[in-house]
C-alpha cells in the first residue's frame, strides 16, 4: 500500500486481498496512510492494541525472533553439512566418475589422486547430502519467517565461498561440462557442432577422446550459437586438455552464479526476510551449488543475462513505461538469454507482457532481442534451428508423462505437454497472486516458468534455477515448496550423474524406484498442486520485513501501479 493517491486526487480502494498473510496491525498502519477519519481511527486502535491480542500461543507474535534461532541452527548445520560432503565427493572424482579427465600436472582443476571409491558409498553419501541441503533449505526458510534474522553477509560470503572451492574442482554430478568441451573442441578444429557429432574426436586417438562422454556421442549441439562461442572460447584457452577446457567453462558458470547472488544482495538489501530468503533459495543451497556449480552447467549464464534483462527495465508502475534506453538494454540482454538456450524466451515473453500496454517500447525490447539473435543463427545456418527443434518430444527418464501414457504416445509428448503448458500458463497469468508490483515483468515470468517446468516432459533439476532466481523477487508463498520439492526430487534422481557406474544390486533396485516411480510421483504431485492452487487461490502469499521496512509488496509504491490480474 501508499501514502499516495491516485493522479486523480482520488482516494485508491483498499484491496486486502493483495496481502492474505499480512498481520491485521500491519493492514492498520495501511489504513492510517491511505484514509482520514473513521478509518483512521480503527487504525490507531488496532495499533494499540495490547500484545495478548496479537496472533500466536500466549499472546506471541509466532515472528518474534527467539522463536525461530532453532531452526536457523538446524539451517546451518544442514546446508553446511551437505555443501562439505558434495565437496568431499568432487575432490576425489577421478575415484569414481567416467569419464576420465586427465587434470594437468600444475594449475586447476585439482583433485586428490585415488584409484577407486565405492560407487555405492558415493551415491549414498549425495543422497545424503541432498537431503540435508534440503532439509537445512527448509529450515532456514522457516526460521527467517518466524523472524531469525541471521547474518545476510555471511550466507553470502559462505555462498561464494562453495562456488570458489566447487570451481577449481573437475565437473562432477554430470557430464554435460564434458560435452560442451567437446563442442568446443569441434569449433576449434574447424566444424560446427551442428553438423559434426561429439564421435568424430574418438577418432583423433589423443588425451581429449577418453573424456568424450558416449552418452550424447552420436548427438548434434542443442545449445544456442552464444553458448557455442562459449565453448570455443574455452577451447581456444584450454587446448587439447579437457580438464583445462572444462575448468574456464565453470570458472564462467561460477562467475555468473555469483553475479545473480550479489545483485539479488543489493536489490533485496532494504527488506530483511526477503534477503536472507533470496540467499537461501540461490546462494547457499547445496542443491543449486551441485546441479549448477559442482555440474558445470552453462544454464547459470542464461540465468544471469535474464534476470538481468528483467531487472535493467527498473522499478516504476505497472501502467508507467521504463525509459527507451532501459528497455533496448532490457531486449539484448533477454536475447542473450535466449541464444544460450532457447528456453529462456520465456523470460522475453514475461518482459513483453509487462510492456505490452506500450507498442513503442514492446517494439524496442523485440528489436534488440532480434539484433542478437538473428546475426548468431545466420552464422551457424539452418542446422542451428534445427538442433532447437531435434529434443521435441524426448522425454527425461523421471517425466510422469511416462508413467501416465501408454508407449504408443512417446512420440506425442511435445504436442501434448505443449497444450498443458499454454493452459497452465493462461491459468497462472490469471490467477497467480499479486507480487513484485514495481517490477511488473516479474509476475509473468514466474507464470510462464512454471508452467513450462512443472509440464514439460524433458526437465533437469538444473532447469530450475530459470524459475528459482525470478521467485526469489516475489512474496514468498506456497509455491516456494512446490519448487523446492521438485529440486530435491529431481537432484536425488540424478546423483551420482555417472551413467557408467555400476552399483551392487539392492542399490541398483532403490536407484530404479526412485528415477522411475517416487521423483515421477513428487514430479506429478507438484504439477497438481500448482494447478489447485491457482484455481484455488490459496497461495499462503507471506512478506515479513524486518523492523523500519516497508510492509507489504505496495509499500512505498503509487497507488496506481496496482495491475489489476488479468
Not at 382 to 403: C, E, I
Not at 456 to 483: E, F, G, N
Not at 527 to 556: I, M, Q, T
Amino acid at each position: 500500500m501508499s501514502s499516495d493517491t491516485s493522479a486523480t486526487g482520488e482516494v485508491p480502494a483498499l484491496e486486502p486481498e493483495a496481502f492474505p498473510a499480512a498481520p491485521a496491525a500491519r493492514q492498520a498502519s495501511g489504513l492510517t496512510a491511505l484514509a482520514p477519519g473513521p478509518a483512521r481511527d480503527v487504525a490507531v486502535r488496532a495499533r494499540s492494541r495490547p500484545a495478548s491480542d496479537e496472533p500466536g500461543p500466549a499472546g506471541r507474535d509466532p515472528r518474534e525472533p527467539g522463536r525461530g534461532r532453532g531452526l536457523a541452527v538446524l539451517a546451518g548445520a544442514g546446508i553446511g553439512a551437505a555443501i562439505l560432503i558434495m565437496i568431499a565427493v568432487s575432490l576425489v572424482r577421478g575415484g569414481w566418475m567416467l569419464p576420465p579427465v586427465v587434470t594437468p600436472a600444475a594449475g586447476p582443476p585439482w583433485e586428490i589422486p585415488v584409484r577407486h571409491v565405492s560407487a555405492d558409498l558415493v551415491t549414498y553419501a549425495l543422497w545424503l547430502a541432498a537431503l540435508l541441503g534440503t532439509g537445512g533449505v527448509v529450515a532456514g526458510l522457516l526460521a527467517v519467517h518466524r523472524g531469525a534474522r541471521l547474518s545476510a553477509r555471511i550466507l553470502l560470503v559462505a555462498g561464494l565461498i562453495a562456488v570458489a572451492v566447487l570451481t577449481f574442482l573437475p565437473p562432477t554430478g554430470s557430464t554435460d561440462a564434458l560435452d560442451y568441451a567437446t563442442y568446443g573442441r569441434l569449433v576449434a578444429l574447424g566444424h560446427s557442432p551442428y553438423l559434426t557429432t561429439p564421435a568424430y574426436l574418438r577418432h583423433l586417438h589423443n588425451a581429449f577422446a577418453l573424456s568424450v562422454p558416449r552418452v550424447w556421442d552420436h548427438y548434434v549441439s542443442v545449445y544456442g550459437p552464444l553458448a557455442t562461442m562459449e565453448q570455443f572460447l574455452a577451447a581456444k584457452l584450454g587446448g587439447a586438455s579437457a580438464a583445462r577446457v572444462t575448468f574456464w567453462l565453470k570458472l564462467w558458470d561460477s562467475a555468473a552464479f555469483a553475479v545473480v547472488a550479489i545483485v539479488l544482495d543489493r536489490v533485496l538489501r532494504r527488506n530483511p526476510a526477503r534477503r536472507l530468503r533470496a540467499h537461501l533459495l540461490w546462494t547457499v543451497n547445496p542443491l543449486l551449488l551441485w546441479d549448477i556449480v559442482a555440474a558445470g552447467h552453462l544454464d547459470v549464464l542464461a540465468v544471469a543475462a535474464g534476470l538481468l534483462g528483467l531487472l535493467v527495465l527498473g522499478e516504476h508502475p505497472a501502467l508507467d513505461r521504463p525509459g527507451l534506453v532501459r528497455v533496448l538494454a532490457a531486449g539484448a540482454l533477454l536475447g542473450v538469454a535466449a541464444d544460450i538456450k532457447i528456453d529462456y524466451v520465456l523470460f522475453g515473453l514475461g518482459a513483453a507482457w509487462a510492456l505490452r500496454r506500450s507498442v513503442l517500447a514492446l517494439a524496442l525490447a523485440g528489436a534488440a532481442a532480434l539484433a542478437v539473435l538473428v546475426p548468431s543463427y545466420a552464422y551457424f545456418g539452418t542446422p542451428a534451428v534445427r538442433a532447437l527443434l531435434s529434443r521435441r518430444n524426448q522425454s527425461s527418464a523421471d517425466n510422469f508423462y511416462r508413467a501416465l501414457l501408454p508407449h504408443g504416445w512417446h512420440h506425442d509428448f511435445g504436442l501434448i505437454a505443449t497444450v498443458l503448458v499454454v493452459a497452465v500458463a493462461i491459468l497462472a497469468l490469471r490467477r497467480l497472486p499479486r507480487g513484485a508490483l514495481t517490477r511488473p515483468a516479474i509476475r509473468p515470468t514466474v507464470a510462464l516458468c512454471a508452467a513450462w517446468l512443472f509440464l514439460w516432459p524433458y526437465q533437469l533439476p538444473w532447469y530450475d534455477a530459470m524459475l528459482i532466481c525470478v521467485l526469489i523477487l516475489y512474496p514468498a508463498s506456497r509455491l516456494d515448496w512446490l519448487v523446492l520439492g521438485r529440486l530435491a526430487a529431481g537432484t536425488i534422481s540424478n546423483m551420482p550423474g555417472n551413467p557408467y557406474l555400476q552399483h551392487s544390486l539392492l542399490l541398483w533396485h532403490i536407484d530404479h524406484f526412485a528415477v522411475r516411480v517416487l521423483t515421477p510421483i513428487v514430479l506429478l504431485a507438484a504439477a497438481a498442486a500448482f494447478v489447485a492452487l491457482c484455481l484455488s487461490g490459496r497461495w499462503k502469499v507471506r512478506d515479513a520485513p524486518g523492523p523500519g521496512h516497508a510492509a507489504g509488496e505496495n509499500a512505498g509504491m503509487p497507488a496506481r501501479a496496482a495491475e489489476p490480474v488479468s
